[in-house]
């Protein structure tokens, strides 16, 4: 079984000593106030830079995905067409032939 370093020992013993001095609701909130503060850190360095590049390939994917789209309504329109076309040669053919 490993001893306890020197250092832990007293680190405990300070926190003993503040905990008797200010009370326990007092040391948890500085305890609190330092999570909340090594969490602001973290998020604001690690996590919202990755946000904001995350976010710009989103918005070049969402572009082409509406130019994609427009391509296809263009496809669409111009297939309608020239079936309609066909569908209007067929019936002057048919019109034309003597029955």
């Known amino acids: 079984m490993a001893k306890p370093t020197q250092g832990k020992i007293n680190m405990g013993k300070d926190l003993v ?3 008797n001095q200010y ?3 007092i040391i ?3 305890g609190m106030g330092y ?3 090594f969490v602001w850190k973290w998020v604001t ?3 919202k830079p990755v946000m904001s590049e995350t976010s710009k390939t989103l918005i070049a994917l969402v572009d082409r995905i509406r130019m ?3 391509d296809l309504i263009r496809l669409n ?3 309608n067409v020239i079936l309609e076309h066909q569908e209007e040669q067929q019936k002057q053919r ?3 032939e003597p029955q």
Do not use: R
């Open 17 to 19: 000593v503040l905990i």
């Open 77 to 79: 329109t111009k297939l």
């Open 68 to 70: 994609l789209d427009n």
């Open 94 to 96: 048919q019109l034309k």
């Open 28 to 30: 948890a909130a500085f």
């Open 35 to 37: 999570f909340i503060y």
């Open 45 to 47: 360095m690690e996590i």
């Open 23 to 25: 009370g326990f609701p």
